[in-house]
């Protein structure tokens, strides 16, 4: 059974940083391409960012270089690194995998969300 778990939301003020974390079981997690996505009240849900198996990354145009993704096969985790945080980027995040293919998200699986409120 595959399980993918997040941690490191909260509320944050304009400008700060924060890190998500998303550890996965059940797969294989080296061959897995892997992303964030988030949806705000009242939107779809939208990719973040994203990273195959061999490190290669993609990033949504709202990212605009504050948010990295990164790998710890190891660890069996991945993260996304938050900077400059901004209002607009309240909103829950999801870990995805389950995709082999980094242009093939999302996969199969996600992870139960968390939420993320950038004010003052």
């Known amino acids: 059974q595959v399980q993918l778990v997040e941690s490191g939301g909260g509320l944050v003020q304009p400008g700060g940083s924060l890190r998500l974390s998303c550890a996965a079981s059940?797969?294989?997690?080296?061959?897995?391409?892997l992303g964030w996505y988030r949806q705000a009240p009242g939107k779809q849900r939208e990719l973040v960012a994203a990273?195959?198996?061999?490190?290669?990354?993609n990033d949504a145009d709202f990212v605009q270089g504050r948010f990295t993704i990164s790998r710890d096969n190891a660890k069996n985790t991945f993260y996304l690194q938050m900077n400059s945080l901004k209002p607009d980027d309240t909103a829950v995040y999801f870990c995805?995998?389950?995709?082999?293919?980094?242009?093939?998200?999302?996969?199969?699986?996600w992870g139960q969300g968390t939420q993320v409120i950038v004010s003052s």
């Open positions: 995805n995998a389950g995709s082999r293919s980094l242009y093939r998200l999302p996969g199969d699986y």
């Open positions: 059940g797969l294989i997690f080296s061959r897995n391409a």
């Open positions: 990273i195959g198996s061999g490190g290669t990354t």
